[in-house]
């Protein structure tokens, strides 16, 4: 079977008529170019996924358990597909005759295509489907409607374009309701970045495609039909939701931008937004039209509104006038568990009244990011003056800043914490000089700290054993998030593959390498493995990828990069198991969250984790054993085994401390830190 040149791709929520009229306009288009069309239903409320499998046989429907999301359902639908060229078409939108070949010519014309998107026409006539990234200047304009005023003026656009250009044109983003991409080129930006839900995902990934050095393209010759389409004038859910993804946005992007002057901007769009909807619902009212769905829109305003102003802010009163320093590797490395747990304590600090100066709001120039200068230069930058302070460093930032964290440690009015995710003696995978010279860097740093905070006791007994006296050692179980459901167990078929998830981007650390080689000697059908975490160098990816497919083994994997934790629960509901191979390990947090949801685990015989997860509770196996790894996943494919090990784990997850427990342990060591820095002043 050839393959096909476009593959169309269609994420259908709720609307299963607007679905087939799109299907159907898809199909006219064969003769056209060849192609294919995946649906994604998005697990629809209505019987949306039935009626296409009756009435478009001819298209491939992937039914989703839940609904991720726009970005999660297109990334699904991105994953099987076939074509050279992805087309991302609303399931409102229709195609039109030469649409698709117009875009194709234009894309041929480019070096480095990235996205190409054609004009978009709705019921009011042509829709704005093109425009400017976020940032402080465009939400300013934005928020006093500057783009009114001066309408001619390139400097006064909007977000979206209200005036678009007559010919083909290089464009900042392009929204998604119809855009062609490259296939290989998407999966190289590793997709639509699943942290948003709805709004924006189609902007970061331009963003993303632009620092590349690729073009985004709009081609007016090209049309498409959006029947439900609104101007972005009138689209309520934009103002509301899209300024929640906008500020996700910002940070991902290390824009310089105030998080007071953003959420002040969208506290003044959303307020007048107010005023518009409720003059719109009196004049509907005068007029004896309906006004439930502005009603509707009106409450959701107040909601959003409600939340913004109640938000904590970022800047509180300080608690007996000390500042809470915080810099962390976590905030930029992109690995999983780590982003989430210093985000968390972090914003619970500011909840509790600290004044908090942390680096994921004061980031290096783009210049220097992930660069080892760029930690030294923001830390002397921020807080090479600071007095009266306690400074929460975790273990990876301090290995690099220990010049400087000695000249901290020498001020009486600074307290110095230490967080300890692992040492780094337990990596074996370097060469033994660069183990020598971490574990002494390491050492010194754990010995300088006047606090040392780990996870579990057998990394505060690896801390005692480097001198640290255990009175400045205290241990803090990490907390599990039940927030979640319980997954399904499913039964396989003969030729159904088990599907394992991976999450974790430190890939040497957490034996990524020895999982290949063991995967490739598990007999057909070989297990389906998502791997989702972002390693800190390109390079280890790039490694990660090679082996995988010198292995004969990269069809059987799907590397998804970051996901912020908080927004992957359908990962968790996708998969049959959860594996952490790893050859040394601080906590494994993830493991945490997979057992609170009942997944059965394969796991590495660490003590880390026999601590907690008894040996009958998982399928444990013996560190870089890939032969034992293999026997250990075929074992997985036994629905009794995995109905066996959900149970246990559903049990034990019970017992594990909640996250609450874990912020307050924290609270606890920062007031007994600031109470011995008042006492030495």
Same mark, same amino acid.
């Given at each position: 079977?050839?393959?096909? !040149?476009?593959?169309?791709?269609?994420?259908?929520?709720?609307?299963?008529?607007?679905? !087939?009229?799109?299907?159907?306009?898809?199909?006219?288009?064969?003769?056209?170019?060849?192609?294919?069309?995946?649906?994604?239903?998005?697990?629809?409320?209505?019987?949306?996924?039935?009626?296409?499998?009756?009435?478009?046989?001819?298209?491939?429907?992937?039914?989703?358990?839940?609904?991720?999301?726009?970005?999660?359902?297109?990334?699904?639908?991105?994953?099987?597909?076939?074509?050279?060229?992805?087309?991302?078409?609303?399931?409102?939108?229709?195609?039109?005759?030469?649409?698709?070949?117009?875009?194709?010519?234009?894309?041929?014309?480019? &070096?480095?295509?990235?996205?190409?998107?054609?004009?978009?026409?709705?019921?009011?006539?042509?829709?704005?489907?093109?425009?400017?990234?976020?940032?402080?200047?465009?939400?300013?304009?934005?928020?006093?409607?500057?783009?009114?005023?001066?309408?001619?003026?390139?400097?006064?656009?909007?977000?979206?374009?209200?005036?678009?250009?007559?010919?083909?044109?290089?464009?900042?983003?392009?929204?998604?309701?119809?855009?062609?991409?490259?296939?290989?080129?998407?999966?190289?930006?590793?997709?639509?970045?699943?942290?948003?839900?709805?709004? #924006?995902?189609?902007?970061?990934?331009?963003?993303?495609?632009?620092? &590349?050095?690729?073009?985004?393209?709009?081609?007016?010759?090209?049309?498409?039909?959006?029947?439900?389409?609104?101007?972005?004038?009138?689209?309520?859910?934009?103002?509301? &939701?899209?300024?929640?993804?906008?500020?996700?946005?910002?940070?991902?992007?290390?824009?310089?931008?105030?998080?007071?002057?953003?959420?002040?901007?969208?506290?003044?769009?959303?307020?007048?937004?107010?005023?518009?909807?409720?003059?719109?619902?009196? @004049?509907?009212?005068?007029?004896?039209?309906?006004?439930?769905?502005?009603?509707?829109?009106?409450?959701?305003?107040?909601?959003?509104?409600?939340?913004?102003?109640?938000?904590?802010?970022?800047?509180?009163?300080?608690?007996?006038?000390?500042?809470?320093?915080?810099?962390?590797?976590?905030?930029?490395?992109?690995?999983?568990?780590?982003?989430?747990?210093?985000?968390?304590?972090?914003?619970?600090?500011?909840?509790?009244?600290?004044?908090?100066?942390?680096?994921?709001?004061?980031?290096?120039?783009?210049?220097? %990011?992930?660069?080892?200068?760029?930690?030294?230069?923001?830390?002397?930058?921020?807080?090479?003056?600071?007095?009266?302070?306690?400074?929460?460093?975790?273990?990876?930032?301090?290995?690099?800043?220990?010049?400087?964290?000695?000249?901290?440690?020498?001020?009486?009015?600074?307290?110095?914490?230490?967080?300890?995710?692992?040492?780094?003696?337990?990596?074996?995978?370097?060469?033994?000089?660069?183990?020598? @010279?971490?574990?002494?860097?390491?050492?010194?740093?754990?010995?300088?700290?006047?606090?040392?905070?780990?996870?579990?006791?057998?990394?505060?007994?690896?801390?005692?054993?480097?001198?640290?006296?255990?009175?400045?050692?205290?241990?803090?179980?990490?907390?599990?998030?039940?927030?979640?459901?319980?997954?399904? #167990?499913?039964?396989?078929?003969?030729?159904?593959?088990?599907?394992?998830?991976?999450?974790?981007?430190?890939?040497?650390?957490?034996?990524?390498?020895?999982?290949?080689?063991?995967?490739?000697?598990?007999?057909?059908?070989?297990?389906?493995?998502?791997?989702?975490?972002?390693?800190?160098?390109?390079?280890?990816?790039?490694?990660?990828?090679?082996?995988?497919?010198?292995?004969?083994?990269?069809?059987?994997?799907?590397?998804?990069?970051?996901?912020?934790?908080?927004?992957?629960?359908?990962?968790?509901?996708?998969?049959?198991?959860?594996?952490?191979?790893?050859?040394?390990?601080?906590?494994?947090?993830?493991?945490?969250?997979?057992?609170?949801?009942?997944?059965?685990? !394969?796991?590495?015989?660490?003590?880390?984790?026999?601590?907690?997860?008894?040996?009958?509770?998982?399928?444990?196996?013996?560190?870089?054993?890939?032969?034992?790894?293999?026997?250990?996943?075929?074992?997985? %494919?036994?629905?009794?085994?995995?109905?066996?090990?959900?149970?246990?784990?559903?049990?034990?997850?019970?017992?594990?401390?909640?996250?609450?427990?874990?912020?307050?342990?924290?609270?606890?060591?920062?007031?007994?830190?600031?109470?011995?820095?008042?006492?030495?002043?």
């Amino acid at each position: 079977m050839s393959e096909p !040149l476009v593959s169309v791709i269609i994420v259908s929520y709720g609307t299963r008529d607007l679905t !087939l009229a799109a299907l159907e306009s898809v199909k006219s288009r064969q003769a056209e170019t060849s192609l294919e069309a995946i649906v994604v239903d998005n697990a629809s409320p209505d019987d949306s996924a039935e009626a296409i499998e009756r009435h478009a046989p001819w298209a491939t429907l992937l039914r989703s358990p839940i609904n991720g999301g726009f970005a999660h359902g297109a990334n699904a639908g991105a994953r099987i597909a076939r074509g050279t060229w992805l087309l991302f078409l609303n399931s409102d939108a229709r195609l039109v005759p030469g649409t698709l070949s117009t875009l194709l010519e234009a894309a041929g014309r480019l &070096e480095r295509p990235g996205a190409i998107g054609p004009r978009l026409v709705g019921p009011t006539g042509t829709e704005s489907s093109v425009g400017r990234f976020y940032g402080p200047w465009r939400d300013f304009v934005r928020a006093f409607r500057l783009y009114r005023l001066f309408p001619r003026w390139r400097l006064f656009d909007d977000v979206h374009l209200r005036r678009l250009p007559g010919t083909t044109s290089e464009v900042d983003w392009i929204t998604g309701a119809c855009f062609l991409i490259r296939r290989d080129v998407f999966e190289a930006m590793h997709g639509f970045d699943e942290a948003y839900f709805m709004y #924006v995902e189609d902007m970061d990934l331009c963003y993303r495609l632009r620092q &590349e050095g690729r073009t985004n393209l709009y081609v007016p010759s090209a049309m498409a039909h959006h029947e439900r389409g609104r101007s972005p004038r009138s689209d309520g859910r934009v103002v509301i &939701e899209g300024g929640q993804a906008s500020e996700y946005f910002i940070r991902k992007t290390g824009m310089r931008y105030p998080r007071a002057l953003q959420r002040g901007l969208r506290l003044w769009l959303l307020s007048t937004y107010m005023g518009t909807l409720s003059v719109r619902m009196l @004049m509907l009212r005068l007029s004896g039209q309906d006004t439930r769905p502005t009603r509707h829109l009106l409450g959701e305003c107040r909601r959003s509104l409600d939340a913004l102003v109640h938000r904590p802010p970022d800047r509180t009163t300080p608690i007996s006038g000390v500042t809470i320093a915080v810099t962390a590797s976590g905030f930029r490395s992109q690995r999983t568990g780590g982003q989430w747990v210093w985000r968390a304590l972090v914003d619970d600090w500011k909840r509790r009244g600290y004044k908090v100066e942390s680096e994921d709001e004061h980031p290096a120039p783009a210049s220097l %990011r992930d660069r080892p200068l760029a930690h030294a230069w923001w830390f002397l930058r921020t807080y090479g003056s600071l007095e009266n302070t306690v400074f929460v460093v975790d273990q990876g930032e301090a290995l690099r800043l220990f010049a400087l964290l000695r000249g901290v440690r020498r001020r009486p009015s600074n307290r110095l914490i230490v967080v300890v995710h692992h040492l780094r003696e337990g990596f074996r995978y370097r060469n033994p000089l660069y183990v020598r @010279m971490a574990t002494w860097n390491e050492t010194a740093v754990l010995r300088l700290a006047h606090r040392v905070v780990v996870h579990t006791r057998d990394t505060a007994r690896e801390v005692a054993e480097r001198g640290v006296p255990e009175s400045r050692i205290t241990v803090i179980p990490l907390g599990t998030r039940r927030n979640g459901s319980a997954i399904q #167990v499913r039964r396989l078929d003969a030729e159904e593959p088990l599907r394992l998830l991976w999450v974790g981007g430190d890939f040497a650390r957490k034996g990524f390498f020895p999982f290949l080689k063991a995967l490739e000697k598990v007999p057909e059908p070989r297990p389906v493995v998502t791997v989702v975490g972002q390693p800190l160098e390109e390079s280890d990816l790039i490694a990660a990828r090679a082996e995988a497919k010198e292995r004969g083994v990269d069809p059987s994997i799907r590397f998804l990069g970051f996901i912020p934790p908080d927004h992957f629960e359908h990962l968790w509901q996708e998969h049959d198991a959860y594996v952490l191979p790893s050859l040394h390990e601080g906590h494994g947090l993830a493991l945490d969250e997979a057992l609170a949801r009942g997944m059965p685990a !394969l796991l590495s015989d660490l003590p880390v984790f026999l601590e907690r997860l008894p040996a009958d509770h998982a399928v444990y196996v013996p560190r870089a054993d890939t032969d034992a790894l293999a026997l250990g996943m075929v074992a997985l %494919r036994d629905h009794a085994l995995r109905e066996r090990l959900s149970r246990l784990g559903l049990a034990r997850a019970q017992s594990f401390p909640d996250w609450a427990d874990t912020l307050s342990a924290y609270d606890a060591v920062l007031r007994k830190e600031i109470a011995a820095l008042s006492a030495s002043s």
